[in-house]
Structures are given as structure tokens and as C-alpha cells.
């Protein structure tokens, strides 16, 4: 990885089963190009100068496991830890985040089921953070038009309630970038409502940084960056990864 000294940390939540691309190993461990997902997403910030550790977050019972996937890819430096993660993606980001050394006051945290983040998107983020801001997604604009609708049960025909007006939404992506205390902070609140039988767990961690008051930020995210969940995305990372493999040998 870098010999320059660490300039953020970076957290790979990989701890879910993704259930959505079908039965089998969990979804951080499945192939893409004859590589694990996981070991992409963990190359990609290694690529980034701005990262300095990657801190990975893998199923409790899995640990030996990644630590031998990813030594036998070649990422079994002192840049590269692995810790157990928790039940929920949430619990596996305050896991990473706590072994994260003291000194270290920019936080990047990535899906390891995006594992073709180009360079320039994690470089984006962080030097968004350390320019002053508080937390920062890479984000894409949106080509559908999309619909707020009435959720019915038993899956019937859903009641449209409204059409947001398109130019302001974005799609979000990772890796997301924090000041080390806000992150910290807002997960130890979400841990006492928790404990206290308070709100649900959301989805991302910019979406922590909202629910306290924070301030999140948007820069440009990029197409291929997306999120491998169904059988069809893996289908098109497969071509990304090909295309990319003709004309850089990446």
C-alpha cells in the first residue's frame, strides 16, 4: 500500500450474507473476474494515496478466513487489518472504527460490494473531508424518474403519492468520508437508542450524521462504482472489469 504517512483509515463493513445474490458465500467472498469482491473493494482504496490502514469488518465466525483470502492476494500488510464484525452493517463500522489508531482524524467507510470504486472518487472524498467538511458522499444523478408511492401489504398495487422533481436527487455511493469525532459520536448515540429500544438502524452512516443534525455534503460519484447486489449487477461488473483488463491490464 503507501509508505506516505496515513491520511484517513478506511472501513469495509463485509460482514453480511447478501441474500439477494442467491445462496452460497457471503456476498464480500464472491468472484468477480475469479477475485473476491471483497479483495477488489479492499485494492481500491489501497490505491488511493489518501488511505494509509483499511480496516475490514468480516462475519465473527470468518475472521481466520479473510485474514488467508487476503494474504493470499497479497494484502496481508500492516496496512490491512481485519476484525469481527457485528449483526448488522452499523455494528461492523463502530467494530473497524474502534481499532482504528487515535491519530488518525479522517474516516472513509466502503461497501465492499462496490469494488470497482475508481481512484479518483476516494481521493474526492477524503480531500472533501479535509477541507472541512463533516461528512461526504459520492453521489450520481439520477436517469429514472421515480415515484413516492403507498406501500400496500400483500404486494398489491402501491398508490402514487407524488414525483420528486428529479434534478434534485442523487443515487449514493461509497466510500463516504467523516471527521473521525463525528463518526464516532453519532454511532455512540445510535448504540444508546438502541440499547434503549429507540430508532432503527439506517442505512448508511452519512444517514447517522442527518439523524443527529450534522451536515453532509455531495461530490460527483462515479457510474462504475456501483453496488453488486443482484446476479445481473455481477453480470455487468464482470464487463466493467473486462473492459478495463483490455486497456490498462488493471
Same mark, same amino acid.
Given at each position: 500500500?503507501?509508505? +506516505?504517512? +496515513?491520511?484517513?483509515? /478506511?472501513?469495509? #463493513?463485509?460482514? =453480511?450474507?447478501?441474500?439477494?445474490? $442467491?445462496? $452460497? ?7 468477480? =473476474?475469479?477475485? #473476491? ?6 485494492? +481500491? ?26 494474504? =493470499? ?14 449483526? @448488522? ?25 462496490? #469494488? ?14 479535509? $477541507? ?20 400496500? /401489504? ?12 428529479? +434534478? @434534485?436527487?442523487?443515487?449514493?455511493? @461509497?466510500?463516504? $468520508? ?11 448515540? /445510535? ?11 439506517? @442505512? ?26 443482484? #446476479? ?16 490498462? =491490464?488493471?
Amino acid at each position: 500500500m503507501n509508505a +506516505a504517512p +496515513a491520511v484517513a483509515a /478506511a472501513v469495509v #463493513p463485509a460482514a =453480511g450474507r447478501g441474500e439477494r445474490l $442467491g445462496p $452460497g458465500a457471503p456476498k464480500a467472498l464472491r468472484e468477480l =473476474g475469479g477475485v #473476491p469482491l471483497l479483495v477488489h473493494a479492499v485494492r +481500491a482504496l489501497a490505491r488511493s494515496r489518501a488511505v494509509g490502514l483499511v480496516v475490514v469488518a468480516a462475519p465473527p465466525d470468518g475472521v481466520a478466513e479473510v485474514v488467508a483470502l487476503l494474504a =493470499g492476494h497479497g494484502l496481508d500488510t500492516a496496512d490491512v487489518r481485519v476484525v469481527a464484525g457485528g449483526a @448488522t452493517r452499523q455494528e461492523s463500522v463502530r467494530l473497524g472504527l474502534a481499532v482504528i489508531p487515535a491519530e488518525v482524524d479522517v474516516v472513509l467507510v466502503h461497501d465492499a460490494a462496490r #469494488p470497482l470504486v475508481p481512484v479518483e472518487v476516494v481521493d474526492a472524498v477524503a480531500a472533501a473531508v479535509r $477541507g472541512g467538511a463533516q461528512a461526504v458522499v459520492p453521489a450520481v444523478p439520477l436517469a429514472d424518474t421515480v415515484k413516492r408511492v403507498e406501500p400496500q /401489504a400483500g404486494g398489491g398495487p402501491e398508490p402514487v403519492l407524488d414525483t420528486p422533481d428529479r +434534478a @434534485t436527487l442523487r443515487a449514493v455511493q @461509497t466510500p463516504q $468520508g467523516f471527521r473521525r469525532e463525528v463518526l464516532a459520536e453519532v454511532h455512540a448515540k /445510535a448504540l444508546a437508542e438502541e440499547a434503549g429500544g429507540g430508532l432503527p438502524p439506517v @442505512t448508511d452512516d452519512a444517514g447517522l450524521v442527518e439523524r443527529y443534525g450534522g451536515r453532509v455534503v455531495v461530490v460527483p460519484g462515479h457510474e462504475e462504482a456501483f453496488k453488486v447486489t443482484r #446476479p445481473l449487477d455481477l453480470v455487468l461488473a464482470e464487463a466493467v472489469l473486462a473492459r478495463r483488463r483490455a486497456s490498462d =491490464g488493471f
